[in-house]
Nanobody
Framework: QVQLAESGGGSVQVGGSLRLSCSAS????????MAWFRQTPGKEREGVAY????????NYADSVKGRFTISRDIAKNTLYLQMSSLKPEDTATYYC???????????????????WGQGTQVTVSS
């Protein structure tokens, strides 16, 4: 399975922006569909943004639509999450995840993602 490593988390004030990166150990183009999830203590992991293996399809949780953008750099095998207009409720540990195509379940169905990064903390304060 592909190895994933996130970076870019940190602390930011309400309304600010952050960009998370997720470096993959091998080619992701047309091989892995990928997503960003987040989790806070005591809550289930929540799907935030998804991108298909070919990069033609994206999907977002309603809570982040219009504020977050998922993208990737195929040459660098890197996935990104650009987060803008951040809110306190965006505070969480963010994980990138990869599943080998074809995708057989819903975009945010966690069990189909066999590779996970270690997580990066995002804290939004007022």
């Amino acid at each position: 399975q592909v190895q994933l490593a996130e970076s870019g988390g940190g602390s930011v004030q309400v309304g600010g922006s952050l960009r998370l990166s997720c470096s993959a150990s091998e080619n992701i183009y047309n091989t892995y569909f990928m997503a960003w999830f987040r989790q806070t203590p005591g809550k289930e992991r929540e799907g935030v943004a998804y991108i298909s293996s070919g990069g033609l399809s994206t999907n977002y949780a309603d809570s982040v639509k219009g504020r977050f953008t998922i993208s990737r750099d195929i040459a660098k095998n890197t996935l990104y999450l650009q987060m803008s207009s951040l809110k306190p409720e965006d505070t969480a540990t963010y994980y990138c995840a990869a599943g080998r195509s074809p995708r057989l379940s819903g975009v945010f169905s966690a069990p189909q993602y066999k590779s996970w990064g270690q997580g990066t903390q995002v804290t939004v304060s007022s």
